[in-house]
């Protein structure tokens, strides 16, 4: 299927690994120009150079001025015309509802909503302006069904779900869609980090945890990266125009909702 992207200039949020860099990968070979951001410059780097028209940018978007530092790179190199917006961040670290203060609660919506709606808000108006837009954000299953152990994440993210849904109607009439993707167990960096606070949790070991974890798939397995980045490349495309308003799971079935 082409996916009518070629051409277009996108910026994939914390793309540097995981989830993000498999994004970038997925639109970088639908023939789009994409910004490649994270934190590691030098992974920035040689993730760009590897694909047809990147631009690396450092940044922490998290930090200071990290939304600004992230549009300002992004519109030198597009001549201030960005098409897709690929929302992404570090998830917060692992916790219950009752292990959690009021400061923790305050960043994670700061790092998972906030942030992201200072980039939304300067790439907006030039979307509506041209009648073409994508927004697509990373998301979580918790957003549908909340993660043991994971209350932070599902409290931010689920905040900006409810954020993008309320967007997607403001501007469904101006040809831009705003969706998420969930994901489910997809097997990066950061599944391991979850899997190894379970291993330590329970007394086992990494390998164990991760195989209980994965028999509670119907699919059987984890995910890889290429199978949700695909997915989401899709929510960028031109077949999916009449898409929006919704969240998308990439879980193997994990979520045992509609």
């Known amino acids: 299927m082409d996916l009518g992207i070629a051409g277009r200039n996108a910026v994939v949020c914390a793309s540097t690994a995981g989830l993000g860099e498999a994004t970038a990968r997925a639109l970088a070979a639908e023939g789009a120009s994409v910004v490649v951001s994270g934190r590691r410059e030098e992974r920035a780097r040689a993730i760009a150079a590897e694909l047809p028209g990147a631009v690396p940018v450092a940044v922490d978007l998290t930090a200071p001025n990290g939304p600004e530092t992230l549009l300002a790179a992004a519109r030198d190199a597009f001549a201030d015309r960005i098409d897709i917006l690929v929302l992404n961040g570090p998830g917060p670290r692992p916790g219950t509802a009752s292990g959690m203060t009021a400061d923790d609660s305050a960043r994670a919506v700061h790092d998972l909503l906030l942030v992201h709606q200072k980039l939304i808000n300067a790439v907006l108006p030039g979307m509506r302006e041209r009648g073409w837009g994508r927004i697509v ?79 509670g798939i119907p699919a059987g397995r984890y995910g890889s990266p290429a199978e949700f980045g695909a997915v989401a490349a899709f929510l960028c495309g031109a077949p999916a125009s009449y898409v929006t308003g919704t969240a998308l799971r990439c879980d193997g079935g994990l979520v045992g909702v509609l």
Do not use: C, F, M
């Not at 954020?163 to 101006?174: E, P, R």
């Open 137 to 215: 954000a990373i998301g979580s299953s918790g957003v549908v069904q909340p993660l043991p152990g994971l209350a932070l994440s599902n409290i931010g993210r689920s905040a900006l779900a409810a954020y993008l849904k309320s967007l997607s109607v403001d501007v469904a009439g101006d040809g831009v869609t705003v969706n998420l993707v969930l994901p489910g167990r997809i097997h990066t960096d950061r599944t391991d980090v979850i899997d190894s606070a379970a291993a330590e949790r329970t007394g086992v070991t990494l390998e164990q945890a991760r195989a209980a974890s994965a028999k």
